[in-house]
T-cell receptor, first 113, second 116 residues
Framework: GNSVTQMEGPVTLSEEAFLTINCTYT??????LFWYVQYPGEGLQLLLK?????DKGSNKGFEATYRKETTSFHLEKGSVQVSDSAVYFC????????????FGQGTILTVHP | NAGVMQNPRHLVRRRGQEARLRCSPM?????VYWYRQLPEEGLKFMVY????????ESGMPKERFSAEFPKEGPSILRIQQVVRGDSAAYFC??????????????FGPGTRLTVL
């Protein structure tokens, strides 16, 4: 079946530090890959996506590249801000039921001034 | 355009009671998804519905749980005879009708169910 594995958290960084959150996946066929962000008390928001191998998704300074050879979709940001503190979820959509998203367990990011 | 609405935001039930969670999709969206987030875990897919149809319910527990999305009105996730293990955050998402292989899902703020 499909599955997503994220790096263990939580992650604590100082402002302007470099961020990497690892994400690897197993899937049937050719999945689409996503990063969602959840701010306290809110629902999930789509941060970025990539739908085929070697695609790079980017948004708000965050980037992730779809690596088929390593089945990975790591999230990166060159300089984090306090406002980036949130929970980040890696997810995929694959197989015959494209409506279904399979999520990783989430990574809590805290950025200190 | 209002986002996905869920109510109530917080729901407390005693063991054995029924819980009804409501989800109003974004305007123009005809696809609804329900996910459950247990403490310290990621979101798990439960069910995918279109108007008056259940498309995929592979994530729904076989007993006590049901979902509907009627022609008029919100989608309802119903949990009968709740148990403590049902305590979780339940998220609804919606997407527009599309012929593409993936429809972006827009999430509501969730309903946090606590079973005493």
């Amino acid at each position: 079946g499909n599955s997503v594995t994220q790096m263990e958290g939580p992650v604590t960084l100082s402002e302007e530090a470099f961020l990497t959150i690892n994400c690897t996946y197993t899937a049937t066929g050719y999945p689409s890959l996503f990063w969602y962000v959840q701010y306290p008390g809110e629902g999930l928001q789509l941060l970025l996506k990539a739908t085929k191998a070697d695609d790079k998704g980017s948004n708000k300074g965050f980037e992730a590249t779809y690596r088929k050879e390593t089945t990975s979709f790591h999230l990166e940001k060159g300089s984090v801000q306090v406002s980036d503190s949130a929970v980040y979820f890696c997810a995929l959509s694959a197989g015959t039921s494209y409506g279904k998203l399979t999520f990783g367990q989430g990574t809590i990011l805290t950025v200190h001034p | 355009n209002a986002g996905v609405m869920q109510n109530p935001r917080h729901l407390v039930r005693r063991r054995g009671q029924e819980a009804r969670l409501r989800c109003s999709p974004m305007k123009g969206h005809s696809h609804v998804y329900w996910y459950r987030q247990l403490p310290e875990e990621g979101l798990k897919f439960m069910v995918y519905l279109q108007k008056e149809n259940i498309i995929d319910e592979s994530g729904m527990p076989k007993e006590r749980f049901s979902a509907e999305f009627p022609k008029e009105g919100p989608s309802i996730l119903r949990i009968q005879q709740v148990v403590r293990g049902d305590s979780a955050a339940y998220f609804c998402a919606s997407s527009p009708p599309s012929t593409s292989s993936y429809n972006e899902q827009f999430f509501g703020p969730g309903t946090r169910l606590t079973v005493l």
